[in-house]
Structures are given as C-alpha cells and as structure tokens.
C-alpha cells in the first residue's frame, strides 16, 4: 500500500499525563480499549503486515486492517476498514495512525485519519463524532483510572450522505 497518497483528513491532539508505554499499552491492549472505546476490544499483532482488529462488546468483528507502520510508544500506523463492506468499497480503505510524543510529565496523543481520496464534511462528521469521545475517555482511564462514557450515535448527515451514495445501511 503506498501510504503516500494519503492526506489527513481528521487530527486530534490531546496531551495526557501518563507515560508512553502506558498510552501504548492503552492503544495496542484488548482489556485496556475495552473500558475507553465503548466496550470495543483492539486487537493487535504489532508487526508491520500484522493484523489490526477491532471486536464489538459482544465478540463480532467491527474494524479489520493491518499494521502498516509500528515504532513502540511512538508511532501505530493501521488500516482502519469498518466491517461494511459497501463503504470501505465505494470511499476506499482508512489509515489511522497514532503519534506519541513527550509533552512535559506526560505526552502528545496525535490521531490522524487519513484517506487516499477525498471525503464529504457530512461523511467525515461520523469519525469528528467519535473520536473526541474515544480519546478524551482513553485521557481519562489513564489520568485517573476511570474511562468517560460518552454515547455516540452515527451522526445523521452522514448517514444521509452515506445513503446518497447508494451505501445501504448494515442489518
């Protein structure tokens, strides 16, 4: 995959008093994700060409990718594809790539989500959603040992836009 034709489409930086392997831990651990990315389990072979998955509460598959770039307590790129074999199809695949970086006693979490191609406003609304609030819960866990729960519902001008696009909507 040449990642170079992917430009940022959504950035977040959040700085968090922790230190990196912990915010490692947190972002490439199963137990840990499960209690800041709403009871979803990442799942992860830290190698690049290693499996990226991520599995909703009740064990089904919700994300499925690969490691494409993999610096411990650094830098995690993956292909981030939802199980919704319409969408990756008709906007292509979606990298996600986490930057760790010492910020006084703690350090800078940078999400980038990146794109081969460009996306709606409307449809980007859904990861603009959901990534302040799986973020500032995983801030959070770390900071004080207790995730935020934040309930996140698919925004409806993406899902408009999604159905635009003739995208139908998972059962």
Not at 140 to 158: D, F, N, Q, W, Y
Request: hydrophobic share 40%; net charge negative; proline share 9%.
């Amino acid at each position: 995959m040449n990642i170079e034709k992917f430009k940022p489409a959504i950035v977040y930086a959040i700085c968090i008093a922790s230190p990196p392997e912990k915010v490692w831990q947190a972002l490439t651990n199963a137990e840990l994700s499960r209690k800041y990315f709403s009871g979803n389990a990442v799942e992860v072979d830290l190698r690049v060409g290693g499996a990226y998955i991520v599995r909703t509460p009740d064990g089904a598959l919700h994300i499925s990718g690969e490691v494409i770039e993999c610096d411990p307590q650094k830098r995690l790129t993956v292909t981030f594809n939802v199980n919704w074999p319409q969408l990756v199809e008709k906007l292509g695949p979606t990298l996600v790539t986490y930057e760790i970086e010492p910020a006084g006693d703690g350090v800078k979490l940078t999400m980038l989500q990146s794109h081969d191609r460009p996306i709606s406003d409307d449809i980007l609304s859904g990861g603009r959603t959901g990534w302040p609030a799986i973020l500032s819960s995983l801030k959070s866990l770390l900071e004080t040992g207790k995730a935020m729960v934040i309930p996140m519902e698919p925004p409806l001008r993406m899902l408009a836009a999604l159905r635009e696009l003739g995208i139908p909507m998972p059962g």
